[in-house]
Structure formats: structure tokens, C-alpha cells
């Protein structure tokens, strides 16, 4: 297993859920590790992205302000912290890594199993 997720769960609106990811891949050079998410009858869409070449992180538009990104290179983790979470939020969140920088969800090649979130209204 090389990217393994968790931290999810069920929240009430306007909660909070910290999610982890931990990646025995890449190591050196320049990678991306990005966290996606899906819910039904949707495309999987991106929600934030780290790049090892500056440490630049970029999220989407619908999350910004709410999430935080961040990255435990020495240990190989990546955590999203989610705060004041809406029922829109409900997803199967994934954490993704690939060589290069960061961009779109099939550019991706390493994929962990994901992890539900769940928040009510």
C-alpha cells in the first residue's frame, strides 16, 4: 500500500475534520501530492495540491479560507484540515501523488482508497 488516507467521518455543519494521508512514494525530486474528492453522480474535483518544488499549495475556489493544506515531509504525511464544513463538503476524499507539479485529478497516478466525510445539515 503506498498512499492510505483517514480522518474521515461524520460532522455536523459548520464542523471540523482533520484528514491524513501517508505516502511511501516519492521521496526526492519534484512530486505533487494533491487531496480530490467525489460524491455521487459527480467528477472527482480537486480540492488542494502541495508541490515539492517550491511548497506552493493551492486549493479550490469552494474551499478556500475553510481548508488548510499541509505536509510532514520527514515522515512522509500530508493532512487537510477542514474547518466550518458544509453539506456540500459530503464527499469520498482522496489523497493523489504524482511526478511533476500539481494539476488535474487524471494526471495523477498513485491513488489511496479514500476516506468518506459525511456532514449534516
Known amino acids: 500500500v503506498q498512499l492510505v488516507e483517514s480522518g474521515g467521518g461524520l460532522v455536523q455543519t459548520g464542523g471540523s475534520l482533520r484528514l491524513s494521508c501517508a505516502s511511501s512514494l516519492f521521496t526526492f525530486g519534484d512530486y505533487a501530492i494533491g487531496w480530490f474528492r467525489q460524491s455521487p453522480g459527480k467528477e472527482r474535483e480537486g480540492v488542494s495540491c502541495?508541490?515539492?518544488?517550491?511548497?506552493?499549495?493551492t486549493y479550490a475556489d469552494s474551499v478556500k479560507g475553510r481548508f488548510t493544506m499541509s505536509s510532514d515531509s520527514a515522515n512522509h504525511m500530508v493532512y487537510l484540515q477542514m474547518n466550518d464544513l458544509r453539506p456540500e463538503d459530503t464527499a469520498v476524499y482522496y489523497c493523489a501523488e504524482r511526478i511533476g507539479p500539481c494539476t488535474v485529478a487524471v494526471e495523477f497516478d498513485y491513488w489511496g482508497q479514500g476516506t468518506q466525510v459525511t456532514v449534516s445539515s
Open positions: 502541495i508541490s515539492s518544488t517550491d511548497g506552493s499549495t
